[in-house]
Structures are given as C-alpha cells and as structure tokens.
C-alpha cells in the first residue's frame, strides 16, 4: 500500500436497535459527534467525507449530512452500498492522492424503524434471482450451504456453531439487540426458514449511527486515541455474476484475502481476531476458509471446536455480529475492531489482541479485507 499509512483516529455509534423517531441522518450525525470528539479534533480540521446511503433508501448523502455536521470539506461523496470496507478504502485512496487529510466516514439507518423489507432480489441479475423463487439473500445461501454440505458433508450442527458462538458475543455486548442464551440444542430446535438455514442464520434488522474519523498514522499520533492503522487492504469483484464458475462457493474470496495478507506482509497465524460479514452464518464459514484460517472443507469442525467461541483461538465478530448485534453492514465490526485493538472492548475484550481482519462482501458481487493492528508494521 502507498504512503503514508492510514490510521483510524476516532469512532462513534450510537445505541442499536429500534430507535423510533430518529433519522437515518440524525443517527449519523450523532455517531459523527461522538468519532470526532473521540479523536480529538476540532470539527473545522475535517477536510474529507465519505457517507453511505443506507440499502434500499435514499437516505445519508453528503448534501443531507453537511448541513446537519455543518462543515464544507474539500472532498465529499457517498457510496451506495452502505458497507464499511469500501467507504475505509475510498477514505485511504483520497487522504493518499491529496484530496483530503482527515477523513469523517459516516452510516445511518432506521431499516427496523421504518420497517424496510429486504426480501428483494438486488444485483445485476436480479430479474432471473426472482424467476428462479429467490427473494432474499437466503435463497442463495442456502444454495450455498447445500453446495458446501455436499462437496466436504459439513453438517447443520457445524454451521450452527457461527450462530451460537456470536450469541456468545452478544451476550457480553451491552448493545447487543440478541442477547439471550442460545445453544446448540436450542438452535436445532428452531424450523428452517429456508432449508438448512434458521432465523439464527440471518441477520438482525435493526436502526443506529456508526461514525469513523481517519488519517494518516502519522497525524493520528497526535491526536487523542491510540491509532489503529491500516497495515494492508484488498478489493475483488465478481460483477460477472452468473458467469462465473461455481459461483455460490465465491472463489473470488481467495484473491481478497491473498492480496491483503501480501500487502500488509501478514498471514494468517498473525490474525488475533476475525471480523467477517456475517449477512448469513454461510458467509462466515466461507470466509474462514477462504482466509487461511483452515483448510478448504473443514470449516465444519474448526466451528465445532470451538475456535471462534470466547477463549478460543480465533474470536471471530466478538460484538456478536450482524446475526445476534446489529445490522450495520460491516460498521459496527470495523467499529469492535477498532475497540478491541486499543484494549477498551470490557468484558468481551480478547486479551492480547494486536492484529485484526476485518473481511465484508457485498453478497456474491464483490468483497474486500483490511488488515488493521495497533502496530505500525506487522
């Protein structure tokens, strides 16, 4: 990756959940609040602003969250696909080519307030997704899961432990909107909603504000919170869609995660903790795979021991995730991230903890990884 290296400063949420009578840009806007007084800086030092509109809405644009931030930055703009890693990314290339210094990310929404239904097909072929019964992102997971059951016999009970152990999470996660017990037994019980996947498997829908301030580390070692720098990142897309080969196992996942471990100089042994889109549990079995974190196939029994659970050797979405927190496409796992690296994660932080990967896909499309740690050099 180019220089100079970025950091993230400072980060901001808000409560998860159901908010009513909050906008999608007031939760932003409060989350921006808490970022920038986080880093430490004075609200006139944010030259640079990146918002994501929240899925299936129009709302939290650049025009609608200037005037409420009250800031003309040099550099503004908003990505459509409300997900953390892309906005990160795009926040890096812009501090990198000069546009900007400091950097305000910024994500709102009210999908559970507004009750704003997700059981739609999205994406370059969605009109053949709807012909072919799969209205929501179930569907091809489900797919997906059938595909992996059959090359490498993962059973349901295997794919149930990414849900139990998130619930796990949870429950040490004051904002959590899932905090009940769940075990394994408990999960099993419940029916299918789209066979073999239960509501466990899904995500949350929820309402809140997630907010970042980035820059270059070196800056950010002025400021007021130890900085979290951006040891490497990786983007891939399959925009191809249908055409690609085996296109549910998303082999593509492969190419992300080489160039992320080859541009921060990490691999996998030096991850501590795992932050992987949890849109369905099927996305965090592929991914563990497809990071190096065990072989191709056996996901099923890295789950099953008990790796990704607390005290285990891979803690993976210790926030409890989009499946058992909140559903903020990847914001609040780039915000536990960033706890857990500087130390202040409470009763679920992982002791030691000094390399994390943060891994988001927008479902079947396209991906993309950060490498993020405490240390300036891997």
């Not at 840009?25 to 920038?36: S, W």
Request: hydrophobic fraction near 40%; charged fraction near 20%.
């Amino acid at each position: 990756m180019s220089s100079p290296r970025i950091a993230i400063a400072g980060i901001g949420a808000t409560e998860q959940g159901e908010l009513p009578g909050q906008s999608a840009e007031l939760l932003a806007t409060r989350a921006a609040r808490i970022a920038i007084e986080d880093a430490g800086i004075d609200r006139g030092e944010i030259d640079g602003l990146i918002t994501c509109k929240a899925p299936l809405t129009s709302h939290g644009t650049d025009e609608a969250m200037g005037p409420l931030l009250g800031i003309n930055p040099r550099y503004s703009t908003t990505l459509d696909y409300g997900m953390a890693a892309f906005s990160l990314h795009l926040a890096a290339m812009a501090i990198n080519s000069g546009f900007a210094r400091t950097v305000l990310l910024t994500y709102g929404t009210t999908a559970r307030s507004e009750r704003i239904g997700f059981s739609r097909p999205i994406g370059g072929s969605s009109y053949w997704a709807a012909l072919s019964g799969f209205l929501h992102v179930a569907g091809p997971a489900a797919m997906a899961m059938r595909r992996h059951m059959h090359l490498y016999g993962t059973t349901e009970e295997q794919l149930g432990w990414v849900s139990v152990a998130q619930r796990e999470w949870a429950q040490r996660n004051p904002r959590a909107v899932f905090r009940h017990d769940m075990s394994i037994e408990d999960y099993l019980a419940m029916p299918y909603i789209v066979e073999p996947l239960r509501r466990p498997d899904l995500t949350v829908i929820s309402d809140g504000g997630v907010a970042m301030v980035v820059t270059s580390s070196e800056r950010a070692r002025d400021l007021a919170q130890k900085p979290v720098n951006v040891l490497g990142m990786a983007q891939q897309s399959a925009i191809r869609n249908e055409q690609n080969e085996d296109k549910l196992m998303r082999p593509w996942l492969g190419d992300i995660a080489r160039d992320v471990y080859q541009t921060s100089g990490t691999a996998p042994g030096d991850v501590d903790i795992a932050y992987l889109q949890d849109g369905t549990s099927v996305w965090v079995l592929q991914m563990l795979e497809a990071y190096g974190f065990c072989a191709p196939g056996e996901a099923g029994p890295f789950l099953t021991e008990g790796n990704t659970r607390p005290g285990g050797s891979l803690p993976v979405n210790t926030n409890g995730g989009q499946l058992s927190e909140s559903y903020t496409h990847n914001w609040m796992h780039l915000y536990e991230a960033v706890t857990q690296l500087r130390g202040q994660a409470g009763d679920r932080q992982v002791a030691g903890a000094e390399v994390a990967l943060h891994a988001q896909t927008h479902d079947f499309w396209k991906g993309a990884a950060t490498i993020l740690s405490t240390r300036d050099e891997a």
